[in-house]
């Protein structure tokens, strides 16, 4: 079974003889079924220009290991899916970027979810710290489909990453657990986000399914 996973909800399944925690970032499964979207939220007021321009301004940096990387193959020229499309690239690398940090309540990821996201993505987290262990190689982010509703500041969006290529990499040793690839290789993801009063698109929910039919080629 492939044992690489990005995104938020913990999916608990254990690789191998149990080590690193499989899910991904954050982003939990039910019986091979997506469920999408969370329950209605009040609307939000909407940020306004000065506040939009400010959350640009001090969004975290994000860096991560030479062997971490990442192909987002997912721009729609629509700016508004665009913008969310952006922030949810940010969230993705900022929980990467604490899994390398070894720190399960990193504030960049946290800078891009909240709520159940947020409190999954640090279970995740957590799970690479507990085995001493990060990602490494490469992930591929394809096929988003973004649904935005701007006047309460809601969006939802459903994508796949090709894992086939990225793996668990232990710290003690420096040895990746490279496997072959398989249909677990493909992950879909669904989630439900909120523009904040920064502007900032943030996750509040994150689901996955491993082995989603319509992500594997």
């Not at 720190?103 to 800078?111: I, K, L, N, S, T």
Request: net charge negative; proline share 5%.
């Amino acid at each position: 079974m492939k044992c690489r996973s990005v995104a938020y909800v913990l999916t608990a399944v254990v690789c191998g003889a149990g080590l690193v925690a499989c899910g991904n970032d954050g982003g939990g499964g039910e019986d091979g079924k997506t469920v999408m979207g969370a329950e209605p939220a009040p609307a939000r007021p909407e940020p306004s220009a000065s506040a939009s321009e400010s959350a640009r301004a001090s969004r975290p940096e994000i860096e991560l290991p030479a062997d971490v990387k990442f192909s987002f193959d997912w721009r729609t020229g629509d700016k508004l899916k665009d913008e969310v499309l952006a922030d949810s690239e940010q969230r993705i690398e900022a929980v990467e970027m604490a899994i390398a940090e070894q720190d399960p309540v990193h504030a960049a990821y946290r800078f891009y979810s909240e709520g159940v996201a947020a409190a999954d993505s640090q279970k995740y987290i957590q799970s690479f710290v507990d085995h001493k262990a990060r990602t490494t190689g490469l992930t591929r982010v394809y096929d988003a489909k973004v649904e935005v509703d701007e006047g309460p500041g809601k969006a939802r969006l459903v994508y796949c990453e090709d894992q086939s290529k990225a793996y668990n990499k232990f710290l003690e040793t420096g040895k990746a657990d490279v496997s072959e690839p398989g249909p677990d290789s493909y992950v879909l993801y669904s989630s439900s986000l909120t523009r904040n009063a920064k502007g900032v698109w943030v996750t509040e929910r994150l689901l996955s399914t491993r082995g989603a039919a319509q992500c594997r080629p």
